[in-house]
């Protein structure tokens, strides 16, 4: 039952192979979270190409927003404002669901509020965890982005690290495919990794000079291949499983050392992880485990939260909404913008 005074955000979510469309009640209640995956196509091509991803959001993006309000039981003039990401993510994905927004708020005047994906990410711990408040550090860890980061308010944001070549599921997608496994790499080392030997072949884990904090993963890659050449070259058959739980444990044990020193250096008691990495299975159960060993409340969102969503920019629309900001119609796709920026 909604009421004159609840707060319904239309989002949209377009920035790299998902179309997606919500509709988020009172930033926390999910009415409708639909998702159009592109996955398939990008896979014939072994990763996502931009600008067939371009050309399949403009053919989807009207049904799934007309199917995120049907489910949702929500009349267009019932919403309240329009959120949409702007950025980070590929220029031409991230217009198509700018320009939707635009429309949608132009010609409905409700307001218009542009959200960062990885605010988006961030928020989607709040959407299962009604308890999880500000201040906590989360890792952001998705395709595109490796970010520890204290959340020290709604909207509020400290970098403390992030990765200083590829992101952690760049490398997971990297491996692989260098492995043969295909395209999304993720989901696909995750489950081969359960058949494998974690211990099996000693990968190194990257430290970087200077900062406790920041992460490099392509060192990483580069040993996994190197070690692939090198059974290669003396004849010996790869164990494509243990390599694939020897690189995932090496991945996970450089974030969960990063991540819960820094809970712990800056005095926090609380810890979150955000992004399509974060819906790997044994990451959550290492985070799980040390996070219980070090008396650290630990929270994660569904996978369904954790790879791209719109339910996600509709919870950080709506802390964006309270807080006072609104967009213009001159508001742009940002490929390359930066957490707490405008
Ligand atoms: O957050 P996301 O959906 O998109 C970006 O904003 O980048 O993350 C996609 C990334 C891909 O690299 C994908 O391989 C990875 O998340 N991923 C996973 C798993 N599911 C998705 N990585 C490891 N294990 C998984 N189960
Ligand atoms: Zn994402």
Redesign the pocket.
């Given at each position: 039952m909604e009421t004159k005074q609840d707060v319904l955000i239309l989002a949209i979510e377009s920035s790299?192979d998902e179309t997606a469309a919500a509709v988020v009640k009172n930033g926390r209640d999910v009415l409708s979270n639909v998702i159009s995956s592109q996955i398939e196509l990008h896979t014939l091509y072994g990763g996502v190409v931009p600008e067939i991803a371009s050309r399949k959001h403009i053919e989807k993006i009207n049904q799934v927003i007309g199917e995120s309000l049907r489910e949702a039981g929500v009349a267009l003039n019932e919403i309240t404002a329009i959120a949409v990401t702007y950025g980070p993510g590929l220029v031409g994905a991230l217009l198509v669901g700018v320009s939707a927004a635009k429309a949608i708020s132009f010609a409905t005047e409700k307001p218009l509020i542009g959200v960062h994906?990885i605010e988006g990410?961030i928020s989607a711990n709040f959407i299962e965890n009604k308890e999880l408040e500000p201040p906590f550090v989360c890792l952001v860890v998705?395709?595109?982005?490796t970010h520890l980061v204290v959340v020290k308010d709604y909207g509020e944001y400290e970098i403390l690290g992030c990765t200083r070549d590829d992101a952690a599921?760049?490398a997971?997608?990297k491996v692989a495919r260098t492995i043969g496994l295909g395209y999304?790499?993720?989901?696909k080392?995750?489950r081969l990794s359960k058949e494998g030997d974690p211990d099996a072949i000693r990968f190194p884990r990257a430290r970087v000079d200077g900062s406790d904090y920041d992460f490099s993963f392509s060192g990483l890659k580069s040993a996994v291949l190197n070690y692939l050449n090198s059974c290669g070259m003396k004849g010996i058959e790869v164990n494509r499983a243990d390599v694939a739980a020897s690189f995932q444990k090496a991945v996970i044990d450089v974030l969960v050392e990063h991540s819960l020193n820094a809970v712990k250096e800056y005095g926090f008691d609380k810890f979150a992880i955000a992004?399509?990495?974060a819906?790997?299975s044994s990451l959550r159960a290492a985070f799980e485990t040390e996070c219980a060993r070090r008396e650290i409340a630990f929270y994660h969102p569904s996978p369904v939260f954790c790879?791209?969503n719109a339910a996600m920019i509709g919870v950080a629309g709506y802390y964006e909404y309270i807080k006072g900001t609104r967009s213009g119609y001159d508001l742009n796709a940002i490929p390359n913008l930066r957490l707490g920026e405008r």
């Open positions: 790299c994906h990410h998705s395709g595109g982005h599921g760049e997971f997608d999304p790499g993720g989901p080392i995750d992004g399509g990495v819906s790997n790879t791209d």
